[in-house]
């Protein structure tokens, strides 16, 4: 089934640029030029993305978001012209998934579509996931090793989750950055060591038998055995 974007950009060249981009690589694309009909559309149609330009007229881009946050949280990337950290900062505030400056490369917004579709699908799982004596449940967002409960924050959680998911194998923490935090190109891999740090001092510390063990060079594995560390 194809993924629907909505683009919102009142530049007609570029919204016609990106729409040919999108389709090409697979997506349903509908393009909205103002701020009140892209609302309209991102509330009402059956998006699975919004890519919002900031400077829109009618109402700004800003504005569209807060209103489409009010009722729906669907995954958007805002486009903005203006390489201002408040600017940024204020679009994920109000709670932009991601953005991008322009001029970007169609590449990075594929990517930064690609790893925020990603995200999006993460919450939906249901059920529980089991590693050693380490069980998720999905329905009540506990995670218990040995039985006894542990308290992680939610970044913790995703952390644990992917590393879970992907247990026995190495990865690298650039691969964990994209997964848990969702970068693609850029953002300092010493988060996933302070994480890890963490999670290690919830998850293995109080054990006996340590889990997350540490590839020299590389990253991290969870396994069960292992002479590293
Ligand atoms: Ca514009």
Redesign the pocket.
């Known amino acids: 089934m194809k993924e629907k974007v909505l683009i919102v ?3 007609r060249q570029i919204a016609r640029f990106l729409q040919l981009e999108f389709e090409h690589e697979g997506y349903e694309v509908k393009i909205a030029y103002d701020g009140v009909s892209g609302l309209k559309e991102a509330l009402e149609g059956d998006y699975d993305i919004v890519l919002l ?1 900031v ?2 007229p009618v109402i700004d881009g800003y504005e569209v978001l807060e209103k489409i946050r009010e009722k729906s949280d669907i995954p958007v990337i805002m486009l903005t012209a203006k390489d201002q950290v408040k600017d940024k900062v204020k679009g994920l505030d109000i709670g932009a998934d991601d953005y991008v400056t322009k001029p970007f490369s169609i590449e990075e917004l594929f990517a930064r579509v690609r790893a925020a579709l990603r995200k999006k699908n993460l919450p939906s799982k249901r059920g529980v996931l089991k590693f050693a004596d380490v069980v998720i449940d999905f329905n009540t967002y506990e995670v218990r090793r040995q039985g006894i409960k542990i308290d992680l924050t939610k970044k913790e959680f995703d952390l644990l989750e992917f590393l879970m998911r992907n247990a026995g194998i190495a990865l690298s923490r650039e691969r964990i950055l994209q997964a848990v935090w969702g970068y693609e190109y850029y953002g300092d891999t010493n988060v996933v060591d302070v994480y890890i740090r963490f999670l290690r001092s919830k998850i293995d510390d109080p054990f006996d038998k340590k889990l997350i063990h540490t590839i020299r060079g590389v990253g991290y594995i969870l396994r069960v055995d292992g002479n590293e560390d």
């Open positions: 950009e009142d530049e330009d400077m829109l």
